[in-house]
């Protein structure tokens, strides 16, 4: 079976600085992968989704990017972060299983942007 | 378009007493259902999924799921709450697209 790793855990970085999420996905080639932000007591916000190396769909403007270097791989960015940025991110993979695509969600990023 | 509304925020039950949590969808197509669980500082763990065999679906840790389309709701149930179960729980909905669409969570507390 697949397995999603995020890095870092946790993350706190000042206003104005940029910031990298990885995401790294083992045990399936070829995945959709999303990035979804969870702000404090809200819901699942989708941010990106990929179906490939080099395809990236943004569903929300805002001053993240998100990039696909390798097929397992998805990683989140920003130039400068916002206090708005703050949240739980995260990465997320969709998978074929008992007669539907399902989604199967990694451990999440918290950032704290101070 | 597509939506899911999960109707109350907080749920407040007794440990032992049933588990309500009340999802209601809309889709212009037969919708793929979806209930997620989420404990704190944690990614999200499927609970079940409703793929159109059987519209009573069972899951892990003892919760089940109907699907009513006279009602448009895909409910989750216990019989019998455990502290254990405390944790914010997702409903979700994907059609045929690339694209999942989350509720925004009901915040389940279990009182003993």
């Known amino acids: 079976s697949q397995t999603i790793h995020q890095w870092p855990a946790t993350l706190v970085q000042p206003v104005g600085s940029p910031l990298s999420l990885e995401c790294t996905v083992e045990?399936?080639?070829?995945?959709?992968l999303y990035w979804y932000r969870q702000a404090a007591g809200r819901g699942l916000q989708l941010l990106f989704y990929?179906?490939?190396?080099?395809?990236i769909s943004s569903e929300v403007p805002q001053n993240l990017s998100a990039s696909r270097p390798q097929d397992r791989q998805f990683i989140l960015s920003s130039k400068k972060l916002l206090l708005s940025d703050s949240g739980f991110y995260l990465c997320?993979?969709?998978?074929?299983?008992?007669?539907?695509?399902?989604?199967?969600f990694g451990p999440g990023t918290r950032l704290t942007v101070l | 378009a597509q939506s899911v509304t999960q109707l109350g925020s907080h749920v407040s039950v007794s440990e032992g007493a049933l588990v309500l949590l009340r999802c209601n969808y809309s889709?212009?197509?037969?919708?793929?259902l979806f209930w997620y669980v989420q404990y704190p500082n944690q990614g999200l763990q499927l609970l079940l999924k409703?793929?159109?065999?059987?519209?009573l679906v069972k899951g892990i840790n003892g919760f089940e799921a109907e699907f009513k389309k006279s009602e448009t709701s895909f409910h989750l149930t216990k019989p019998s709450a455990h502290m254990s179960d405390a944790a914010e729980y997702f409903c979700?909905?994907?059609?045929?697209?690339?694209?999942?669409?989350f509720g925004t969570g009901t915040s389940l507390t279990v009182i003993p």
């Open positions: 997320a993979l969709r998978r074929a299983s008992g007669g539907t695509d399902t989604q199967y």
């Open positions: 889709s212009s197509v037969p919708p793929y």
């Open positions: 979700a909905l994907r059609n045929t697209g690339n694209q999942f669409y």
């Open positions: 045990g399936t080639s070829n995945p959709n």
């Open positions: 409703y793929t159109s065999a059987a519209t």
């Open positions: 990929s179906v490939g190396i080099g395809q």
